[in-house]
């Protein structure tokens, strides 16, 4: 019994400790930010890394969500002579959820594990002890260009991810489905608001930042070598991956109060 207690006990320590650790990044983050020591051709670069590079993967995702979402919701308002309402009820469930979960987890397994692995491999090869030796702050040149440009990109892949669900969607169930076009678009008109697609864009803002905070953090405790280096790309894209979904539910809850669905 005294193992088991002195072993929840070190876990409890331990995911404290983690919290503190990625809330004094996400401090000194903020207060790069707020300095304006920022590096502008790095965090041009980093825009070029998460957001353009990011775009196929993120457009392709998006088509085949809105696709199926829409084959399978046809499929159960048929059964109820409801095949009109198949618009709206895809138009808001990409907006609100499918668009920006799937693509922070698309983003999160593509650009968090590449975050994690060069700042690690730069923690692993001395590279931040060197930063620090020629008085440049690692959290200066390494994290705040990648916050500002996943802050940027994240929201507008999101946006392009929806439309694009929603174009592909709109194909499949007037040419698969047979959805007449005219009820099709007036229904989705009619119930998609701005609230929706708000909401969507809020949550996105929030899962930027876990993204870079949880990703950065693990490269910069990274330790042991390649093995390190592996082993602090799995558990960032794990992390940042289960830290979504506990802050998509958090977050439906909260802005279901601000803004009314």
């Given amino acids: 019994m005294t193992a088991f207690f002195e072993m929840a006990g070190r876990g409890v320590l331990g995911f404290v400790q983690y919290l503190g650790e990625v809330a004094l990044l996400s401090g000194d983050s903020f207060k790069s930010l707020a300095t304006q020591r920022l590096r502008w051709k790095e965090t041009v670069l980093q825009l070029h890394a998460i957001g353009v590079k990011s775009l196929p993967v ?13 084959a399978q919701t046809y499929f159960q308002f ?40 060069e700042i690690g491999t730069m923690r692993v090869t001395e590279q931040i002890d060197a930063l620090r030796s020629l008085a440049v702050h690692p959290v200066d040149y390494l994290v705040a260009p990648r916050l500002i440009a996943m802050v940027i990109s994240l929201p507008l892949l999101t946006a392009m991810s929806v439309l694009t669900g929603i174009c592909c ?93």
């Fill in 58 to 70: 993120v457009l392709l995702t998006g088509a085949f969500i809105g696709m199926v979402f829409a």
């Fill in 78 to 117: 048929h059964k109820v002579r409801m095949d009109t309402s198949t618009g709206p009820a895809v138009s808001i469930a990409l907006a609100r959820e499918l668009g920006p979960i799937i693509t922070s987890l698309m983003v999160a397994g593509r650009v968090g594990a590449a975050m994690a692995a």
């Fill in 169 to 261: 969607s709109w194909v499949v169930s007037i040419e698969v489905l047979g959805i007449d076009s005219a009820y099709y678009l007036h229904n989705m008109y009619k119930y998609t608001d701005a609230n929706d697609i708000n909401t969507g864009l809020i949550k996105v803002f929030l899962f930027s930042f876990i993204i870079v905070f949880v990703s950065c953090h693990k490269g910069m405790q990274c330790e042991g070598g390649a093995e390190g280096v592996g082993k602090a790309t799995t558990e960032a894209v794990v992390n940042s991956s289960i830290s979504i979904l506990i802050a998509n539910f958090f977050a439906t809850m909260l802005l279901s109060k601000i803004i009314p669905p």
